[in-house]
């Protein structure tokens, strides 16, 4: 079995402060791990992943996640957040179930200015 | 490239009507997946395709039904509508059951039954 869990479902920063979303996941075999954002009335597009290899993952805009297996972790973060990052934001584990994903509730981040 | 596109984008429909919702995917891609997004509950996986012609059930998949005629077009049928199931709909696809490939979403129907 596999199950993301998305710690707070509402995130709030201020303009060029440091964005930390944070995901935990539970997967029986070695997890391929992924971030999707979604903007206002859109579908999810994928923001980085993780397969195998490097732990430190870097993605679209500026974000980047870091996989740690001991604390079966994959938070996202951005040194600087923009306003234009405001929006929900999905972690997602594929471990067993071939082909299927487990989707995290989803963060939902605010920028203030 | 169109990715994944979905019709209608809205829809709203009385208890009892049936409907269906198209997606299609110009990638070439084998898996087809149905999600619903409800407020606090993220995605959850209502029927998926493993390729043209077969369909297996996800996570919440009463109330539905689908098919894959075609390997780029996946259906998602309503038969009796409820107000539960008003929602809003993403389809999605991926390449192959490998599993660091991600999935590509369409922007979504979104479904009101009154």
């Known amino acids: 079995a596999q199950s993301v869990t998305q710690l707070g479902s509402h995130v709030s920063v201020s303009e060029g402060a440091l964005v930390l979303l944070r995901c935990n996941y539970s997967s029986s075999v070695p997890p391929y791990l992924f971030w999707y954002v979604q903007y206002p009335n859109q579908g999810l597009q994928l923001l980085l992943k993780?397969?195998?290899?490097?732990?430190l993952v870097k993605g679209i805009n500026g974000f980047e996640a870091e996989f740690k297996k001991s604390e079966t972790s994959f938070h996202l973060t951005k040194p600087s957040a923009h306003m234009s990052d405001a929006a929900e934001y999905f972690c997602a584990v594929k471990g067993t179930n071939a082909g299927k994903s487990t989707f995290g509730d989803g963060t939902t981040l605010t920028v203030k200015p | 490239n169109a990715g994944v596109t979905q019709t209608p984008k809205f829809r709203v429909l009385k208890t009892g009507q049936s409907m269906t919702l198209l997606c299609a995917q110009d990638?070439?891609?084998?898996?087809m997946y149905w999600y619903r997004q409800d407020p606090g509950m993220g995605l959850r996986l209502i029927h998926y395709s493993v390729g043209e012609g077969t369909t297996a059930k996800g996570e919440v998949p009463d109330g539905y039904n689908v098919s894959r005629l075609k390997k780029q077009n996946f259906l998602l049928g309503l038969e009796s509508a409820a107000p539960s199931q008003t929602s809003v709909y993403f389809c999605?696809?991926?390449?192959?059951?490998?599993?660091?490939?991600?999935?590509?979403f369409g922007p979504g129907t979104r479904l009101t039954v009154t």
């Open positions: 993780y397969t195998t290899g490097a732990t």
């Open positions: 999605a696809s991926s390449y192959s059951q490998t599993n660091h490939n991600e999935q590509y």
């Open positions: 990638m070439n891609h084998e898996y």
